[in-house]
């Protein structure tokens, strides 16, 4: 059975029910799957799990959340080696145009070793058709 870490931000609640339905598709495919917020989560969530996402709302065009979030994931980088490849997909909320924030996140995944397979940027609220993207990107996690 394969394992999946979904580690989430959130304070308005968009981005904690984005990772819950994430957690349901991977859930619908077998995987063991463990949702928490940044604030509880450990490096041991990450490792142990065989695909992991991410989730932050973005703090403006370029940065996601930088108290906790951003932190969290800088820990990361000097484990390159234990990231290798591993599967991992980011999704977002912003409020503006510009979500030029994501790429900036995907490439500084990659930096660290992971392989980003899929990501999604909400504009404000997630629609229907997002939140049925979400579900599918969970189920991408177990494959």
């Known amino acids: 059975m394969k ?3 979904i580690i989430y931000w959130s304070c308005g609640g968009n981005i904690e029910a984005l990772a819950n339905v994430m957690a349901d598709g991977a859930r619908e495919q077998g995987a063991e799957v463990i949702v928490k917020h940044v604030a509880d989560a450990t490096i041991e969530d ?4 065989d695909s992991i996402a991410f989730g932050s709302p973005a703090v403006d065009s370029t940065k996601i959340e930088q108290e906790e979030m951003k932190p969290f994931l800088e820990q990361l980088k000097d484990l390159n080696k234990q990231n290798k490849n591993k599967n991992c997909i980011l999704f977002a909320t912003y409020g503006w145009i510009e979500d030029t924030f994501m790429e900036i996140w995907k490439d500084e995944m990659t930096s660290y070793g992971f392989n980003v397979i899929g990501d999604l940027a909400v504009k404000d609220s997630p629609t229907k058709k997002q939140t049925n993207l979400i579900k599918k ?3 991408e996690l177990v494959k």
């Not at 990450?46 to 799990?49: D, F, G, N």
């Open 3 to 5: 394992k999946v870490s």
């Open 137 to 139: 990107l969970g189920e």
């Open 46 to 49: 990450v490792l142990e799990a």
